[in-house]
């Protein structure tokens, strides 16, 4: 039976790249660390994968659940990508071919008002991708003036984010999207002509640090280095600078790549083997794909092989986000 991607309203980035870095070859076992509205998923199976499909947001899993029963070659699993490890032993599916990993929120959570991710539509200020734990309202209204400029800085590359502190911490209580963004427009200065509105850096910034997906990320990583079979594949697709660093340090890193010392500093022996090889160069989106999804502009595609090396357990060190690594 054929899926057509086109069917779901999220557009996968990138999916022929993927698929050849992926190499599926009929009855491997792959996981979909990131559902969603199951693009990636679909083509999995087409290509003769049984696939383990994970998301937190029980929206995503529920919309999934029609797709799961026409289909014996689909588990569900409404897990973070992070508890991979323990889901798939508790499902007797140790180990994998290959993890796929798209990082970031999805169109549909885009889409919907109510969810509060975007200030396209007034919603309530939400941002949770699992519906539970603490919202961006909680957030503004509770976190102290230097916490926030610190989010907004470190993870959305907000250069005045102590001027927009400020102004949120004034204009508390703050409970709906629109009014966020006027707050930040009010402090940053914004004209309806401008080429890019000044509260996307905050709204990027603040639903990073309510799913805490910096940190999901490189507990996402570990796992799947601990859940890969030899040979196996691992393909991250990332949407912002900061998690793409730490992508491109994660896969250095445990590849044995980067620097072991120089002349002004002691060589430094490596603690592991390698646990991963063949780490392909980033893979940016083409302009016939922009043109047809633009979400795809600022999508970077990374790929590395799992060694037969033990895996080394928890990354060693978080970069820096707002610190380039040389190429």
């Known amino acids: 039976m054929s899926f057509p991607v086109a069917d779901a309203p999220h557009i996968p980035v990138l999916l022929a790249e993927v698929l050849d870095a992926l190499a599926i070859a009929p009855g491997e076992r792959h996981v979909d660390a990131t559902f969603g509205a199951g693009g990636y998923t679909r083509a999995m199976i087409e290509a003769g994968a049984h696939v383990l499909a994970f998301d937190r947001d ?4 529920a919309a999934g659940r029609a797709l799961e029963a026409e289909q014996d070659a689909l588990t569900l699993v409404p897990a973070t990508f992070s508890a991979m490890e323990a889901e798939l032993a508790a499902l007797d599916a140790l180990p994998v071919d290959g993890v796929t990993m798209d990082i970031g929120v999805s169109s549909m959570q885009l889409d919907q008002p109510e969810r509060g991710f975007s200030f396209q539509a007034d919603g309530p200020l939400d941002m949770r991708m699992s519906q539970e734990g603490q919202t961006a309202a909680d957030f503004v209204n509770t976190a102290d003036e230097a916490h926030i400029a610190n989010v907004l800085y470190e993870f959305g590359d907000e250069p005045r984010s102590r ?6 911490v004034g204009a508390r209580p703050i409970t709906r999207t629109a009014q966020l963004a006027q707050v930040v427009r009010r402090a ?14 905050t709204f990027q910034a603040l639903r990073i ?19 890969l079979k030899p040979g196996g594949r691992l393909a991250v697709i990332t949407f912002h600078s900061g998690e793409d660093r730490l992508v491109k340090r994660f896969f250095r890193e445990r590849s044995g790549a980067l620097p072991s010392g120089s002349r002004h500093l002691p060589e430094v022996k490596a603690a592991h083997a390698p646990s991963f090889e063949a780490v392909a160069r980033a893979v940016r989106a083409g302009d016939d794909e922009i043109a047809r999804n633009p979400r795809a502009r600022s999508a970077t595609l990374r790929v590395a092989t799992r060694t037969a090396a033990a895996a080394w357990g928890a990354a060693t060190t978080t970069p820096d986000t707002n610190r380039e690594i040389s190429a």
């Open 58 to 61: 029980p929206d995503a899993i």
């Open 163 to 168: 001027r927009v502190a400020q102004f949120i």
């Open 188 to 201: 940053l200065g914004y004209k309806p002509h401008d080429k890019k509105d000044p509260a996307t850096r």
């Open 209 to 227: 640090e309510v799913n805490r997906e910096l940190g999901e990320l490189e507990d996402g990583l570990a796992a799947a280095e601990r859940v």
